[in-house]
């Protein structure tokens, strides 16, 4: 199975400030990778897919990045609503696989 | 709007089964490739099974392979996971999302809990 290794875990940033998250396979992926967001007590929702693909209704300030093996996703301009629980997903083989989630909070 | 309902979960025994089914409207059905997805308890996520839209071709995480049966019937816009010989490790939220890849829309989950 491709492991998906996120960082950091967790993380706190104040408002309009811009946050990154990696994720690295254990494997060369070929842009076969999305980003979730989930929120307390909801389910995850989709923010890009393809690694660079903004969802539809996903505000501009998210994007994706990267390529091979390692993957980003930035915040920019914090905003308040964005707390939540970030996960990367792989899909380029069976079985897909997630990263274990990045917690983010407020400052 | 798209809209993913679960149904069916509950507290179970080890060894014994449940099915879960997940009610679609707001779109075709029957374009899109389903999944179920799991979330243990403050865990993080893991997929489960997903079907082509045709049903013909499904695809399980070796775990659940020989335990879980996903099906899908177009006429009533609905998806199942049919769960067989239950473990404790099954238990989780899961949930119903479209897609075969990546997983566009998601439903609220349905809480399967094992435990005798």
């Known amino acids: 199975d491709i492991q998906m290794t996120q960082s950091p875990a967790s993380l706190s940033a104040s408002l309009g400030e811009t946050v990154t998250i990696e994720c690295r396979a254990s494997?060369?992926?070929?842009?076969?990778l999305a980003w979730y967001q989930q929120k307390p007590g909801k389910s995850p929702q989709l923010l890009i897919y393809?690694?660079?693909s903004l969802h539809t209704g996903v505000p501009s300030r998210f994007s994706g990045s990267g390529s091979g093996t390692q993957y980003s996703l930035k915040i920019n301009s914090l905003q308040s609503e964005d707390v939540a629980s970030y996960f990367c997903?792989?899909?380029?083989?069976?079985?897909?696989?997630f990263g274990g989630g990045t917690k983010l909070e407020l400052k | 709007e798209v809209q993913l309902v679960e149904s069916g979960g509950g507290l179970v025994q080890p060894g014994r089964s449940l099915k879960l089914s997940c009610a679609a409207s707001?779109?075709?059905?029957?374009?899109?490739?389903m999944a179920w997805v799991r979330q243990a308890p403050t865990k993080g996520l893991e997929w489960v099974a997903y079907?082509?839209?045709?049903?013909?071709?499904?695809y399980y995480r070796d775990s659940v392979k020989g335990r879980f049966t996903i099906s899908r019937d177009n006429a009533k816009s609905t998806l199942y996971l049919q769960m067989d010989s239950l473990r404790s490790e099954d238990t989780a939220t899961y949930y119903c999302t479209t897609g075969g890849y990546y997983f566009d829309y998601w439903g609220q989950g349905v809480m399967v809990t094992v435990s005798s």
């Open positions: 494997e060369d992926i070929y842009n076969g």
């Open positions: 079907i082509s839209t045709g049903g013909g071709s499904t």
């Open positions: 393809n690694a660079n």
């Open positions: 997903q792989q899909y380029y083989d069976y079985p897909w696989t």
């Open positions: 707001g779109f075709t059905f029957s374009n899109y490739y």
